[in-house]
């Protein structure tokens, strides 16, 4: 029995291994493109593989082809971008990259297509993403009230990820940017509103 079970852990395979512009890159790992540029990402594995993006450009679709070309990327490529087996049981051994895409603008949001009905109490991840990893100071700033947040608003900042804001309240309602500073100059977002339809939990 313990022969067997060896055997088959040896069997098992590794986690997929990613390829930007054909190099090699060490998972979990960020690299920095130029708006404008082509790029290529391809995952090697031991069996059927997909991709899956953060990207506001891609994240819409539930599975990227392999490898994932772009012949002009921009701004809103920036992202992370995971691979993973299509075996359920293997999901676990997954690899990701996460991509800068520099250009005019520092900071990505995501487009506002609706405002989402929000909770009291609940986190909120306020989408916006950092295109130049070379910005420093990132903040949340509230439109409403010049560069201050309302009492009690606690946040915190992941260049990957955005601006998750922690146990939403109603005097939290208002429009909000992502700022930082680069080269003396101050980056910051578009504005957009958060907890227009904020009620309580049922």
Excluded at 53 to 73: C, I, T, W, Y
Excluded at 153 to 164: E, Q, S, W, Y
Excluded at 176 to 192: I, Q
Aim: hydrophobic fraction near 30%.
């Amino acid at each position: 029995m313990i022969f067997h079970l060896c055997l088959f852990a040896s069997e098992l395979p590794g986690p997929p291994m990613i390829c930007l512009n054909s190099n090699f890159r060490p998972n979990q790992s960020d690299a920095v493109l130029t708006a404008g540029s082509a790029f290529s990402l391809s995952c090697h594995g031991n069996g059927s593989v997909y991709w899956s993006s953060s990207a506001f450009r891609l994240k819409f679709e539930d599975r990227l082809p392999n490898p994932v070309q772009v012949s002009r990327a921009d701004p809103r490529h920036t992202g992370t971008y995971c691979c993973r087996y299509t075996n359920h049981s293997l999901e676990h051994m997954h690899t990701w990259i996460h991509l800068y895409i520099t250009g005019e603008t520092s900071l990505g949001h995501a487009p506002c297509h609706s405002s989402p009905t929000l909770k009291e109490g609940q986190d909120y991840l306020f989408k916006c993403l950092l295109t130049d990893p070379s910005l420093t100071n990132l903040t949340l700033q509230s439109k409403d009230r010049g560069r201050g947040l309302p009492p009690g608003m606690k946040v915190t900042f992941d260049p990957r990820k955005g601006a998750l804001i922690q146990q939403l309240q109603r005097s939290f309602n208002g429009q909000y940017t992502c700022s930082g500073w680069k080269d003396g100059r101050l980056n910051a977002t578009f504005p957009v509103s958060l907890g227009t339809h904020c009620r309580k939990p049922s």
